[in-house]
Nanobody, 122 residues
């Protein structure tokens, strides 16, 4: 089993930055595809970004391209999401997820964190 714990959320003004972290425990996730998703109030959960096991390949939803950067430190079993130029529409609960056998927006993510709230005031 893999446990994922996100941190780094909070309240920030529009145009500001936040850095989210997701620490995995239980087993190493160095070969897993890792993803970030978000869910805003009244909306379905949506894909934000993903990174391959080796960290070579990344993907982003169009609305965050150029503003968000995903990265990972396999030595620390940790994935990060650096969020810059935040907008009010980025307000959501952000979830980290792990896909043992795949990578990307439609991978089978078997493990999920509890989420961290990001609120962007306009």
């Amino acid at each position: 089993q893999v446990q994922l714990v996100e941190s780094g959320g909070g309240l920030v003004q529009a145009g500001g930055s936040l850095s989210l972290s997701c620490v995995a425990s239980g087993r190493t996730v160095s070969s897993y595809g890792m993803g970030w998703f978000r869910q805003a109030p009244g909306k379905e959960r949506e894909f934000v970004s993903a990174i391959s096991g080796g960290g070579i390949v990344t993907s982003y939803t169009d609305s965050v391209k150029g503003r968000f950067t995903i990265s990972r430190d396999n030595a620390k079993n940790t994935v990060y999401l650096q969020m810059n130029s935040l907008k009010a529409e980025d307000t959501a609960v952000y979830y980290c997820a792990a896909a043992p056998y795949d990578y990307g927006p439609v991978a089978k993510y078997d493990y999920w964190g509890q989420g961290t709230q990001v609120t962007v005031s306009s």
